[in-house]
């Protein structure tokens, strides 16, 4: 029976040394800013330095633009602040709890007497501590080992709005189609762009173009980005510049390159005529003299 007693009053003992009751210090609440930011969706943007090109080439940028729905909440949290229970810290608060408490009694008779000079807020502290200690559930309030616990949590829409982010896209595959069977592929650079080659003086890199349109789809999705027009007097200066660099290159010489470069000059490629006129003297030098006496 004694032996029953016994565990019964060691289970009690280890129940209360862990089980006990936080205390309370004080209630708090913050109020903060706080963002939702959500994805619409996004888009893709070519852009060129002119709607219509009039140059054998011509850059264009490739951009995203990302529509985010941004939502504004003030939010309003209210917590509490305890001091958590730890029934080890019982073995000696309770002590203390006990000897403050006749300094507890002595505070408020004082406090009478003083006629509150000595103020009632400090007899009422002492007080508290006293009562703390010796209640074996309850440890004395701590701000060092203060836990917050979170009581209410309400958020009030303040603002919306829709924004748009714009970056390059950067080392992506374009497919350029002219509206035919044939098509080309180019990379973007580090700044997003890529340049269109219509013609150049190397022709076998060159495209035929007689498509009045140019179309641009991103490689990876397939999603079409833009559709450029092309002017019927870009087409046709390309289609002549073409045939006199193949009567060229059918039967170099210095005179033929004069000719050549003063044409590309006339319809108004002058790049193209710079380039092909420093290629070729310097792959035949031996055309400069021939090529100096026909371009005066």
């Given at each position: 029976m004694n032996r029953k007693i016994l565990s019964a009053g060691t289970a009690a003992f280890v129940s209360l040394f862990f089980a006990g009751c936080a205390n309370h210090l004080e209630d708090i609440t913050k109020e903060t800013p706080e963002n939702s930011r959500t994805v619409l969706g996004n888009?893709?943007?070519?852009?060129?330095?002119?709607?219509?090109?009039?140059?054998?080439?011509?850059?264009?940028?490739?951009?995203?633009?990302?529509?985010?729905?941004?939502?504004?909440?003030?939010?309003?949290?209210?917590?509490?602040?305890?001091?958590?229970y730890e029934g080890w810290r019982e073995s000696y608060e309770f002590l203390t709890?006990?000897?403050?408490?006749?300094?507890?009694?002595?505070?408020?008779?004082?406090?009478?007497?003083?006629?509150?000079?000595?103020p009632f807020e400090w007899s009422g502290e002492v007080t508290k501590y006293a009562f703390d200690g010796m209640n074996p559930c309850m440890n004395f309030e701590s701000r060092s080992r203060v836990e917050e616990i979170?009581?209410?949590?309400?958020?009030?829409?303040?603002?919306?709005?829709?924004?748009?982010k714009r970056k390059p896209l950067v080392n992506e595959w374009l497919v350029?189609?002219?509206?035919?069977?044939?098509?080309?592929?180019?990379c973007t650079d580090q700044l997003g762009?890529?340049?269109?080659?219509?013609?150049?003086?190397?022709?076998?890199?060159?495209?035929?173009?007689?498509?009045?349109?140019?179309?641009f789809y991103l490689e990876k999705s397939?999603?079409?980005?833009?559709?450029?027009?092309?002017?019927?007097?870009?087409?046709?200066?390309?289609?002549?510049?073409?045939?006199?660099?193949?009567k060229y290159y059918s039967a170099p010489g210095g005179t033929e390159l004069a000719s050549c470069v003063k044409?590309?000059?006339?319809?108004?490629?002058?790049?193209?005529?710079?380039?092909?006129?420093?290629?070729?003297l310097k792959k035949h030098p031996d055309f400069r003299s021939s090529f100096e006496q026909a371009v005066k």
């Open positions: 888009q893709y943007i070519l852009t060129t330095d002119k709607e219509i090109p009039d140059s054998s080439s011509f850059k264009v940028t490739l951009e995203q633009m990302e529509n985010i729905k941004v939502e504004v909440y003030q939010v309003r949290k209210v917590s509490s602040l305890y001091t958590p709890g006990l000897g403050l408490f006749p300094f507890a009694i002595m505070s408020h008779v004082i406090s009478v007497f003083s006629f509150g000079m000595f979170p009581a209410k949590v309400e958020r009030t829409l303040v603002d919306s709005y829709t924004e748009s350029v189609n002219p509206g035919s069977d044939t098509f080309w592929r180019v762009q890529a340049e269109i080659v219509l013609l150049s003086i190397d022709l076998d890199k060159s495209k035929s173009i007689d498509s009045r349109y140019l179309d397939n999603v079409k980005c833009k559709r450029i027009p092309m002017s019927r007097r870009l087409l046709t200066r390309l289609a002549t510049a073409r045939k006199s660099m193949m044409k590309l000059e006339e319809l108004s490629f002058e790049n193209l005529a710079l380039q092909l006129e420093e290629s070729e």
